[in-house]
């Protein structure tokens, strides 16, 4: 059975700090995909990255950045310069086949707070 | 927005009473899954429809029922409720049911039994 640990339930940071979200993941499966969302105040959930098993080669989308790293079953997420609207639940999760279906399995989540 | 679609955004019941939590996947998404997020359980995957068909089904209880229609809505029904039922409930869409890449969330629905 695949699991996603997040272990950090919350994290306060004040603005302008970097920031680490860490996420590990547990499967059997050598193909499989993994994911950050955030849940804002508001809500819904909004995708931020996908990355596929064969891939790690690490990301930068502005101050995002995600590190994968198959040797420690981790895909980490860190904010550069955080923001008071960074300010949200984040989400890991990992897709792995499951009979006809790929189903996403959900990390507990993390709460960032951002301070001013 | 994501163009999922959920109905109604918030509920307030009472136990023992039946809900229908409803959602309009985006166009062009054949499949839906739902989900329910609460403090001490997290998000977790109830049941997954494709194209008006069960496709997988997770942790969801007897009492909860779902399905999706022609026009390919889906709806959550719960029955019997009970007050640890209370939680947001989203649905999710995606292409295909066998789609790798990102499923587009609701806004959920709010459920609260009293």
């Known amino acids: 059975a695949q699991k996603v640990t997040q272990a950090q339930t919350e994290i306060s940071v004040v603005e302008k700090e970097d920031v680490t979200l860490d996420c590990v993941y547990e499967t059997r499966d050598t193909t499989y995909y993994l994911f950050w969302y955030k849940q804002p105040p508001s809500g819904e959930l909004v995708f931020l990255i996908r990355r596929n098993s064969f891939d790690e080669q690490n990301e930068i989308s502005g101050r995002y950045s995600w590190n994968f790293q198959k040797s420690t079953s981790s895909f980490n997420f860190t904010i550069t310069a955080s923001q008071v609207v960074d300010s949200a639940v984040y989400f890991c999760?990992?897709?792995?086949?499951?009979?006809?279906?790929?189903?996403?399995?959900f990390g507990r989540g993390t709460s960032l707070i951002v301070h001013p | 927005d994501s163009g999922v679609t959920q109905t109604p955004k918030h509920l307030i019941t009472a136990t023992g009473q039946r809900v229908t939590l409803r959602c309009s996947p985006r166009?062009?998404?054949?499949?839906v899954y739902w989900y329910q997020q609460s403090l001490d359980q997290g998000l977790q995957f109830l049941i997954q429809?494709?194209?008006?068909?069960?496709?997988a089904k997770g942790n969801i209880l007897e009492r909860f029922s779902a399905q999706q229609f022609p026009d390919l809505h889906s709806e959550l029904n719960l029955s019997s409720l009970e007050l640890g039922d209370s939680a947001l409930y989203f649905c999710?869409?995606?292409?295909?049911?066998?789609?790798?890449?990102?499923?587009?969330f609701g806004e959920g629905s709010r459920l609260t039994v009293l």
């Open positions: 166009s062009g998404d054949l499949s």
């Open positions: 429809y494709y194209n008006g068909e069960e496709r």
């Open positions: 999760a990992l897709k792995v086949r499951s009979g006809g279906s790929y189903i996403p399995t």
């Open positions: 999710a869409s995606s292409v295909s049911d066998l789609n790798t890449g990102e499923l587009f």
